[in-house]
């Protein structure tokens, strides 16, 4: 029981962006871990190959920074299929000059092997997610990411977050299918 409490609460600090090695804001030519950069990523051998909807940026699946049983419990899941930071507010800081809005929050996200998803954001904030350098986008669409080789744990963590115009409780709409719902992430304020 001890192990897994120590696994969980790694997990979260993961997410929560309080390592030492947090990408300072501002992208460069190389992207860091978890710091999306305008006009980066794109398919990998490997990806699922599942179109997005012409509207939306698609997410690559490689290389989670951790798998889970279950979303942390500061995270709310929709859909059975993703889960995002809700129980508290994620803190802002300036981001990078060729970043789309201003303020840059990192927090991570979580996503149910299998089930794909659309993410949507008000043209107000923009997402990424990966450890692939992803780009800036309202909208993410997210395949059905197999499982990571060799493990069983369902649910697969990533780094990045949001950027913002100002501080906000941000309305993200998850889409899987026909089924709709919506989470508010509080971005640098309470909801």
């Given at each position: ?41 794109g ?25 889970l ?39 991570g ?25 992803g ?23 990533y ?33």
């Open positions: 029981m001890r192990a897994g409490l120590v696994g969980l609460a790694t997990v979260v600090f993961l997410l929560a962006g309080c390592s030492g090695d947090a990408p300072e804001p501002g992208g460069g030519p190389t992207p860091e871990p978890g710091r999306p950069t305008p006009g980066s990523g398919p990998t051998p490997g990806t699922p190959t599942a179109a997005p909807p012409a509207d939306a940026s698609a997410f690559r699946c490689e290389s989670p920074i951790d798998t049983a279950a979303p942390p419990a500061a995270y709310t899941s929709v859909l059975d299929a993703v889960a995002l930071a809700t129980a508290s507010v994620q803190q802002v800081t300036a981001s990078g000059p060729d970043d789309p809005h201003p303020l840059w929050a990192k927090t996200l979580v996503i149910r092997a299998g089930h794909p998803v659309v993410l949507t954001v008000p043209e107000t904030a923009a997402i990424a997610w990966g450890t692939n350098g780009r800036w986008t309202n909208r993410l669409a997210i395949p059905g990411c197999p499982p990571t080789a060799g493990d069983r744990e369902p649910w697969m963590a780094p990045g977050g949001f950027v913002v115009d100002e501080p906000a409780c941000v309305p993200v709409e998850v889409s899987a299918g026909d089924r709709r719902a919506t989470l508010r992430v509080p971005v640098g304020r309470a909801c």
